[in-house]
């Protein structure tokens, strides 16, 4: 069981602070978009393949997919359960 904190960015999907109610441990969930047209097909198979890639890879750049949450009404809400990172200074400037 996950309890998200705060709202963190908004790109392709909403990505929130979170921390897991049983270890304390603080995520990051990052809500997969699915359209109402999309919702009727299952998961969009752009959401199945960042979730499969990004599983895939393990590196010390890219932050690590620990688990893929579903919401409790069937398929309605998707999350990935993501290794939580601060960002450290500014971001860097547009050139």
């Known amino acids: 069981m996950l309890q998200a904190t705060e709202t963190l960015a908004e ?3 909403v990505v929130y602070r979170a921390r897991a109610l ?3 441990r603080v995520v ?4 997969v978009r699915i359209s109402a047209e999309e919702r009727q097909n299952g998961v969009p198979i752009t959401a199945l ?5 990004l599983r895939s890879l393990k590196h010390n750049n890219i932050i690590n997919v620990i688990d893929v949450a579903v919401g409790e009404q069937a398929m309605d809400e998707v999350y990935m359960v993501m290794e939580y990172a601060e960002q450290v200074g500014s971001p860097m400037p547009r050139v």
């Open 11 to 13: 790109s392709y999907g």
């Open 22 to 24: 049983e270890t304390s």
């Open 28 to 31: 990051a969930l990052k809500q």
């Open 49 to 53: 393949r960042e979730i499969s890639i």
